[in-house]
């Protein structure tokens, strides 16, 4: 599970995080926020893809959004904006390597953890002619901990708390580096070379902290305690993941009298000043893997995501041939001609079979020297696209997408947790009937829920077709789809201002949408 929000882009001051069901519909009268919120997931993905020296590309290859003072709430005091998601389970794992207090490097099995309700949101601000990242907070609830950073311009570490203690006591003389140029960052720790000793300082991960832990341990911990355990003790908590009082109680029943004592006085005095620093430094150690874990989660997700505009392309009758590779379809339906060239025989085929299924009329290109034309074939009839009416030639791009979505060679060395489509008012120049058709194809991406293999399929559509969402309800009442397989997110202008509010609306169990506002589809009366 994914939920996604974002906070003061133009008219949209707070957006919750919404969860990314199956289908998620927006909806909500003209200039409300809607294709600001939706065109914000292909907005990452460009910004992901892009290597640039700011967080975000505010205008690029899928969508354009102008500048950072195009984007930020104007009434909004703080000219701030923030990206907020939540993942309800990630596991994460931790590097087995570390130069321990002698300065010998050493290799340990690879630990992971499972974390549960993990929030992060990203704060990014202008400062000169560069949009920045300022924030970054971190909240898992399940081990329970809290990460927040504050940075400076150029992605400079500024300030780092762990349950909202400052670590700057526990971190000297090691310094925090953080990459720039993306909104999710690496973190790693690094402390200058000292030619004064031998030991091997440079770039590394949450583990260059082993022997901070060992040094918090052995003050604990009776001098008769030989130091190799007590730094072998350090190690196996450092891999342990979050500290929780259950896993260090646990630690304990496997040492001897002495050490057993002063492993349970940590479990069970948590915030006690000694005992608390053996927490911060382990939580401390686990910081580059869990954020890690998270931002590659995310970045999976939002790379693969997948856009189709509103405003598609007039198709012709002819297309210039090239022999070129098109692997997915532009936001305007500019390439579409080329994609369906670009396909085996048999995907044409399936496509043209499943537009057939829904639509009644099938799909193929047509070859001649130097051009290739898409055609329609109904019974034994063909004509060209541009012969049947202009709202196929706008329809037709959107299809390919959406069957794309779902039929599109897996990434086996990397696959998304989901794949995203996100379709802005795919309904336009369609006949009611037809518009409710979409329904039929976007319920055929999800049907079979997690027992279909390859990434699970989330549609985030823009929408103002009443006969679109009336035909979902219809599913659900069939049992076609389940009501958790839906929802409706409203966009409502507040009274007398000029932002908008954000709220969700779901179906039951009958089809019907539960707490719709009372003449939604209505004119307004003035």
Not at 35 to 62: A, E
Not at 354 to 372: D, E
């Amino acid at each position: 599970m994914l939920k996604y929000g974002l906070s003061n882009v133009r008219r949209l001051e707070q957006v919750d995080p919404i969860e990314l069901k199956p289908i998620t519909l927006l909806v909500g009268r003209n200039s409300g926020g809607k294709s600001s919120f939706l065109r914000t997931l292909p907005l990452l993905r460009q910004s992901l893809m892009t290597r640039t020296s700011s967080p975000m590309l505010w205008y690029g290859d899928f969508v354009d959004f102008g500048t950072f003072e195009t984007v930020v709430n104007r009434q909004s005091p703080e000219k701030k904006i923030w990206f907020k998601f939540e993942i309800d389970e990630l596991t994460t794992e931790q590097r087995p390597f570390f130069f321990d207090q002698f300065g010998d490097y050493r290799r340990m099995p690879s630990a992971t953890s499972r974390l549960q309700g993990v929030k992060i949101e990203c704060a990014i601000d202008r400062r000169g002619e560069r949009t920045v990242i300022s924030n970054i907070n971190l909240k898992i609830s399940d081990p329970k901990v809290e990460y927040s950073l504050t940075l400076e311009e150029n992605n400079n570490f500024m300030r780092m708390e762990i349950d909202g203690q400052d670590i700057a006591p526990i971190i000297s003389p090691m310094r925090v580096r953080i990459s720039s140029g993306s909104l999710f960052p690496e973190i790693s720790y690094w402390r200058p070379r000292d030619e004064s000793t031998s030991t091997p300082w440079a770039l590394q991960g949450g583990t260059s902290f082993i022997p901070h832990l060992t040094r918090a341990l052995r003050r604990l911990i009776d001098n008769r305690t030989k130091d190799k355990t007590v730094a072998e003790l350090a190690t196996r908590l450092a891999h342990s993941g979050i500290p929780t009082s259950e896993k260090i109680s646990a630690l304990a029943r496997t040492q001897g009298v002495t050490v057993a004592a002063a492993i349970r006085s940590i479990a069970n005095y948590p915030n006690i000043g000694p005992y608390s620093a053996i927490y911060q430094i382990i939580n401390l150690i686990n910081c580059p893997s869990i954020f890690r874990a998270v931002y590659q989660y995310l970045e999976r997700t939002f790379v693969s995501t997948l856009y189709i505009g509103p405003a598609r392309v007039r198709s012709d009758r002819y297309y210039r041939y090239q022999d070129l590779a098109v692997s997915e379809i532009d936001p305007d339906g500019k390439n579409f001609p080329m994609f369906l060239n670009s396909l085996s025989k048999r995907q044409i085929d399936e496509f043209s079979s499943w537009v057939k299924h829904l639509f009644g009329y099938g799909v193929n290109v047509s070859r001649q020297t130097g051009h290739i034309s898409i055609n329609l074939t109904d019974g034994g009839m063909e004509s060209n696209i541009v012969d049947v009416g202009y709202g196929v030639s706008q329809i037709l791009p959107v299809l390919g997408q959406i069957w794309w979505a779902k039929n599109r060679p897996p990434n086996r060395s990397n696959p998304p947790p989901l794949s995203i489509l996100a379709i802005e008012q795919p309904e336009l120049h369609l006949h009611p009937a037809h518009q409710a058709l979409l329904a039929d194809a976007l319920t055929s991406g999800i049907e079979g829920g997690s027992k279909q293999p390859g990434p699970q399929m989330r549609y985030v559509v823009e929408t103002h077709s009443e006969t679109l969402i009336n035909r979902l309800g219809e599913f659900i009442a069939s049992k076609r789809l389940l009501p958790s397989d839906v929802q409706v997110v409203l966009f409502e202008p507040r009274d007398a201002s000029s932002l908008t509010s954000v709220r969700t609306v779901g179906f039951d169990d009958d089809g019907s949408l539960v707490d719709w506002p009372y003449g939604f589809f209505q004119p307004a009366v003035f």
